[in-house]
């Protein structure tokens, strides 16, 4: 005879519901986590373009305030900018309690769903312990239908003594599975109340992306003169006369107010497009003018530009100049001597 040991096994206390509820409540937590995770994210974009919005109304303000613009135009900047930076200031507010109010939804999406692991783990050991209290009772029951025969020939007395020994060693079992399971509990509510339980995977923080300043806005010119200017990257940059080229707005209206750029479609470029060659490499900034814009201050350490010259050339100092004494002669009067010889031998 074979005895199914979970045929029929039912949980007494009937957890099925309260673990069901905890389920529930732990996928809420975690909805509510994702939720506020794509809220974080959002702040910080809603920062990085406030940012961005920053940048523009300071370059606002720093044009408004070259001396060339009107009292109103400098008001207007200035409110913008105090307007942008209220701006992102909320928006880092903002970030800030969305970083907060992430970080107690993970903790409460997780103890939720460490309440879920120590129900299940409860159910489990009642589960257990009802599964091996039934099959004690049918073990002793079927041994009491022994005791009861008669006449029992040596295979059911085999049977019998064979049942005593599952019988006992199910009663030896029981309690010790009692105990693991209460010493299991026991210990997680210990861990958890001192601080000291079981790691849990920690959702990083999405990192808050440096807004990077865009490159200014450029234009096209056409250059009558060979040009120089410093732009945020490269450096110092240098133009040919008579080419097509872009420019930021700055530089380019510094260099048309100078007089060393036209606009492409100014009736004066039409003209000196003609005179359009080959442009490498770039001229010597020594024979170039300077167009950036007014009150522009060079950063530390940029080079002044150089013209292209091959790796293996050397300079030769040859000293100062000097000057080589030469007699002038009388040419007029020599070529008057010579025309008057020819005419004699002609006549």
């Known amino acids: 005879m074979k005895i199914n040991p979970f045929a029929g096994a039912r949980d007494p206390d009937d957890r099925t519901a309260a673990i069901a509820a905890l389920s529930k409540a732990a996928d809420k937590a975690g909805q509510a986590t994702d939720a506020a995770r794509r809220d974080h994210q959002s702040k910080a974009t809603d920062l990085e373009l406030a940012q961005n919005r920053h940048i523009g109304a300071q370059d606002a303000w720093d044009k408004a305030y070259d001396g060339r613009a009107s009292d109103t135009a400098k008001a207007t900047a200035a409110a913008s900018l105090a307007a942008c930076a209220k701006d992102v200031a909320g928006c880092e507010h903002a970030l800030a309690r969305a970083a907060e109010n992430l970080a107690q939804l993970e903790t409460d999406a997780t103890a939720a769903g460490e309440k879920v692991i120590r129900a299940k783990t409860a159910a489990y050991i009642r589960l257990r312990r009802t599964v091996l209290s039934d099959i004690l009772d049918r073990a002793i029951g079927i041994m009491g239908e022994l005791n009861a025969e008669a006449e029992l020939d040596c295979e059911i007395d085999a049977q019998f ?3 005593q020994v599952v019988a006992a060693g199910l ?6 599975n009692k105990a693991q399971g209460t010493e299991l509990l026991e210990s997680r509510a210990h861990a958890t109340e001192i601080g000291n339980a079981p790691p849990t995977v920690a959702h990083a923080k999405p990192a808050l992306v440096a807004a990077q300043p865009d490159r200014p806005a450029v234009t096209q010119v056409f250059t009558i003169r060979k040009i120089r ?12 006369a008579f080419v097509d080229i872009q420019l930021p707005v700055t530089v380019a209206e510094r260099a048309i107010e100078l007089g060393a750029a036209l606009q492409p479609t100014d009736p004066k470029a039409k003209p ?8 490498y490499p770039p001229p010597h900034s020594d024979h170039c003018e300077t167009v950036d814009p007014e009150g522009f201050i060079p950063p530390v350490g940029i080079p002044e530009p150089r013209g292209a010259t091959h790796s293996k050339f050397t300079p030769l100092d040859r000293g100062p100049a000097y000057k080589v004494p030469v007699k002038s002669a009388p040419m007029a009067a020599a070529r008057s001597d010579t025309s008057t010889k020819d005419g004699d031998e002609n006549v």
């Open 272 to 279: 000196l497009r003609a005179n359009m060659q080959a442009v």
């Open 229 to 240: 200017w410093h732009e945020t990257g490269p450096g110092w940059r240098t133009a040919h």
């Open 171 to 176: 009663a030896a079992e029981f309690p010790i």
């Open 161 to 163: 003594r064979g049942l």
